[in-house]
């Protein structure tokens, strides 16, 4: 299966101030068909998932623009410009590329 | 609006089964691949299964493979996931997901169901 490791898994942020998270696969994420599976996903606390960004840099309808995505191959980024306090959460790397599809660990994002 | 509505979970014992649902609206349902994903008290998320648009295709995990069968009736918007041979470590937290028209996975979760394996 594939393994995607995440870093940091704990992430305490000052509200305004960047953030940033890896995502590197055991294995290149490109598809036969050329595009990368490649998605990030927000859990908010007692909610459920949801998708931010698509095929590695695809922002999702009504994402916010201080979230981005980046990466190629085997190595991802997801960066948040400017922390707010309601990007508190869990987020995850996730991979459709191969089956089984897999989840990064999740990095836990917090207001210092 | 989309909508993915699961409900079934509930409270078993170990070796015994239970049927999920998922009731979609708001999408045409028969063109989407579905999953079901899930994620284990305080843990990650895993994904179980998928389907293809007309059900003639299913994916599994091998955690649960031989045991869970992914079916669909696009004549009810409704896809479900039966669950044999339950197991503790199959308690968790059940969400169906929509893929994108692009291909992309879990553009849509619904709220989830809780199902619990204990004796």
């Known amino acids: 299966d594939v393994v995607l490791t995440q870093s940091p898994l704990s992430l305490p942020v000052t509200v305004g101030q960047p953030a940033s998270i890896s995502c590197r696969s055991s294995?290149?994420?490109?598809?036969?068909?050329?595009?990368?599976?490649l998605n990030w996903f927000q859990q908010r606390p007692g909610q459920s998932p949801r998708r931010l960004i698509y095929?590695?840099?695809n922002r999702d309808s009504g994402v916010p623009d201080r979230f981005s995505g980046s990466g190629s191959a085997t190595d991802f980024t997801l960066k948040i410009s400017r922390v707010e306090a309601e990007d508190v959460g869990v987020y995850y790397c996730m991979q459709g590329t191969h089956w089984p599809k897999t989840f990064g660990q999740g990095t836990k994002v917090e207001i210092k | 609006e989309v909508q993915l509505v699961e409900s079934g979970g509930g409270v078993v014992q170990p070796g015994e089964s239970l049927t999920l649902s998922c009731a979609a609206s708001g999408f045409t349902f028969t063109t989407y691949w579905m999953g079901w994903v899930r994620q284990a008290p305080e843990k990650g998320l895993e994904w179980v299964a998928n389907i293809n648009h007309d059900g003639s295709e299913q994916y599994y995990v091998d955690s649960v493979r031989g045991r869970f069968t992914i079916s669909r009736d696009n004549t009810r918007s409704s896809l479900y996931l039966q669950m044999n041979s339950l197991r503790a470590e199959d308690t968790a937290l059940y969400y169906c997901a929509r893929r994108d028209a692009s291909g992309a996975d879990a553009g849509y979760w619904g709220q989830g169901t809780l199902v619990t394996v204990s004796s």
């Open positions: 095929k590695v840099s």
């Open positions: 294995q290149s994420l490109v598809f036969s068909d050329g595009n990368t599976y």
